[in-house]
């Protein structure tokens, strides 16, 4: 059975970090692409970042610099780790999976886990 869960939200102050956790199972890892998307209240999903199965990672401008995705594939697992959250970062964080490149564009992915809610306070 294909799935994924998130794990590793949660409340922290401003200019503080968490690290999330994807973990996958069956067929909804092996050589896919996996990426995180987050939602704000009243704002559409957008793309966070993003890592092919040989490791190649792409983020998004907003969080360049601060946000890096990495992936274990021993543990059939990819880690998002947040620093210098901002307010602005909070949200819905929703990881997915599917094919094998990393495209910005949620309808590219098969799979997708529940989320876990990221909320940064000022």
């Known amino acids: 059975q294909a799935q994924l869960s998130e794990s590793g939200g949660g409340l922290v102050q401003a200019g503080g970090s968490l690290r999330l956790s994807c973990a996958a199972s069956g067929r909804a890892y092996r050589g896919l692409s996996v990426a995180w998307f987050r939602q704000a209240p009243g704002k559409e999903r957008e793309f966070v970042a993003g890592?092919?199965?040989?490791?190649?990672?792409r983020h998004a401008d907003s969080v360049k610099g601060r946000f890096i995705i990495s992936r274990e594939n021993a543990k059939n697992t990819v880690y998002l780790q947040m620093n210098n959250l901002s307010p602005e970062d909070t949200a819905v964080y929703s990881c997915a999976s599917g094919g094998n490149i990393v495209a910005p564009v949620a309808r590219t992915y098969t799979y997708w886990g529940q989320g876990t809610q990221v909320t940064v306070s000022s």
């Open positions: 890592i092919d199965w040989r490791g190649n990672a």
